[in-house]
């Protein structure tokens, strides 16, 4: 089993940049492929990006690509999403999942992919 612990949100100008962390504990990080979620009030749990083990290896989703990057340092178990240019659609509650193998899974674009994640850290973007 591991846990995660989302951190890094807040309120934030559009334009502006946030960086969000997401701490891993309980087993070893590097044997998991790690994503980030969001999801805003009445809507589905929408992918934002994905990571394999090793890192060599991303994902995104088309909107957030260019804005967003994922990045991973195994040595602090720890996963990281840099977000630039933010824009007030951009405002929902971001999760971070993993997944119990060390690569993203064909059907990465789905929460049910995952197999663990954190409580999430709210981010709110104004214009």
């Known amino acids: 089993q591991v846990r995660l612990v989302e951190s890094g949100g807040g309120l934030v100008q559009a334009g502006d940049s946030l960086r969000l962390s997401c701490a891993a504990s309980?087993?070893?990080?590097?044997?998991?492929?790690m994503a980030w979620f969001r999801q805003t009030p009445g809507k589905e749990r929408e992918f934002v990006t994905a990571?394999?083990?090793?890192?060599?290896?991303?994902y995104y989703a088309g909107s957030m690509k260019g804005r967003f990057t994922i990045s991973r340092d195994n040595a602090k178990n720890t996963v990281y999403l840099q977000m630039n240019n933010l824009k007030p659609e951009d405002t929902a509650i971001y999760y971070c999942?993993?997944?119990?193998?060390?690569?993203?899974?064909?059907?990465?674009?789905?929460?049910?992919?995952?197999?663990?994640w954190g409580q999430g850290t709210q981010v709110t973007v104004s214009s």
């Open positions: 309980g087993q070893t990080f590097s044997a998991y492929a």
């Open positions: 990571i394999n083990w090793g890192g060599s290896i991303t």
């Open positions: 999942a993993a997944r119990s193998r060390a690569y993203v899974g064909g059907n990465y674009l789905s929460s049910n992919e995952y197999d663990h």
